[in-house]
């Protein structure tokens, strides 16, 4: 089956900062997602990005298709943005399965 | 904005009790999901329904089984609960779009306790 990998497993950044989230998956993929989860366990929507490039104020996302990559930008990171952030594939052969990726631990601190 | 509501956020249950945990959503999605979240395993999926009445299997259904009866309403339901079902128990509902799953709305999530 598909293979979801995201990197960095943790990441830990000072308030301000930039950061990128990297989510590679090893087949063609009907869409992708990308999802916070925050410290009380609800994952919320982030992005549905297939392919592309998305804006949503300090966050964006882009995804290659073709090259199996999705990449999440978060800029002038905040506390708020601590938490858990997981990409999420269905696979292009399989109508009804979404994967998840083992997700991105993201700590910012003051 | 959309709204997935799981009934209950903490539950503790003792071994062989009947568990259930129900979902309600507002938006008409045709699509709806449970999955569990254990650390070091991830999300996995344990039923889905596309429609009223019908249920598919997901990657785990031993031990579960499902119920929808209304479009808005997905229950999950642990016939006979054990200490291997505690975890957290997330609940997702989506439109049918016709090529794929669509976008994935969450609710809260339940944490299940079996002792």
């Known amino acids: 089956g598909i293979q979801v990998e995201q990197s960095p497993p943790d990441l830990i950044l000072q308030e301000g900062a930039n950061s990128t989230l990297r989510c590679n998956f090893s087949d063609s993929v009907n869409n992708l997602q990308w999802f916070h989860q925050n410290p009380w366990g609800q994952l919320i929507n982030l992005f549905y990005i297939p392919s592309g490039t998305k804006q949503n104020g300090r966050l964006s996302a882009t995804t290659v298709a073709t090259e199996r990559y999705s990449l999440l930008y978060i800029s002038s990171s905040q506390t708020t943005d601590s938490g858990v952030y997981f990409c999420a594939v269905e696979p292009g052969t399989s109508y009804d399965k979404v994967i998840f990726g083992p997700g991105t631990s993201l700590s910012v601190i003051p | 904005d959309v709204k997935v509501t799981q009934s209950s956020r903490y539950l503790v249950k003792r071994t062989g009790e009947k568990v259930f945990l129900e979902c309600v959503q507002d938006m008409d999605h045709e699509n709806m999901f449970w999955y569990r979240q254990d650390p070091g395993l991830g999300l996995r999926l344990i039923y889905f329904s596309y429609d009223v009445k019908m249920k598919e299997k997901g990657d785990i259904p031993e031990g579960y089984s499902v119920s929808r009866e209304k479009k808005e309403r997905f229950s999950l339901i642990l016939e006979s609960a054990s200490t291997n079902q505690t975890s957290m128990y997330l609940c997702?509902?989506?439109?049918?779009?016709?090529?794929?799953?669509?976008?994935?709305?969450f609710g809260e999530g339940s944490r299940l306790t079996v002792l």
């Open positions: 997702a509902s989506s439109f049918l779009t016709g090529t794929d799953t669509g976008e994935l709305f």
